[in-house]
Nanobody, 115 residues
Framework: QVQVVESGGGLVQAGGSLRLSCAASGTISSINTMAWYRQAPGKQRDMVAGVTRDGITNYADSVKDRFTISRDNAKNTVYLQMNSLKPEDTALYYC?????????WGQGTQVTVSS
């Protein structure tokens, strides 16, 4: 059993910053990729950024140069630093953890950016 818990969401004005955290715990044999997704009301869930165990990152075009993903393998934790936030970044942000045996989602953390 793997638990994934996100934190750090909130309300921020446009142009502001937030840092999301996601911690995985439980029976974890080996975590491979850790990723952030987001889902706005009425829209599909899309990947925002991902990072492999070796530190290789990838980003959605809409967040490149504004968001930075990083991870601490010793703590099974991934972070998402979000700068220059825009109202269109408003969404429920989910963490997804990929392990050898399967992938696991967190419950999500709300990010709201006011104009």
């Amino acid at each position: 059993q793997v638990q994934v818990v996100e934190s750090g969401g909130g309300l921020v004005q446009a142009g502001g910053s937030l840092r999301l955290s996601c911690a995985a715990s439980g029976t974890i044999s080996s975590i491979n990729t850790m990723a952030w997704y987001r889902q706005a009301p009425g829209k599909q869930r899309d990947m925002v950024a991902g990072v492999t165990r070796d530190g290789i990152t990838n980003y959605a075009d809409s967040v490149k140069d504004r968001f930075t993903i990083s991870r601490d393998n010793a703590k099974n934790t991934v972070y998402l630093q979000m700068n220059s936030l825009k109202p269109e970044d408003t969404a429920l942000y989910y963490c997804k953890v990929y392990t050898y045996y399967g992938s696991y989602w967190g419950q999500g953390t709300q990010v709201t950016v006011s104009s």
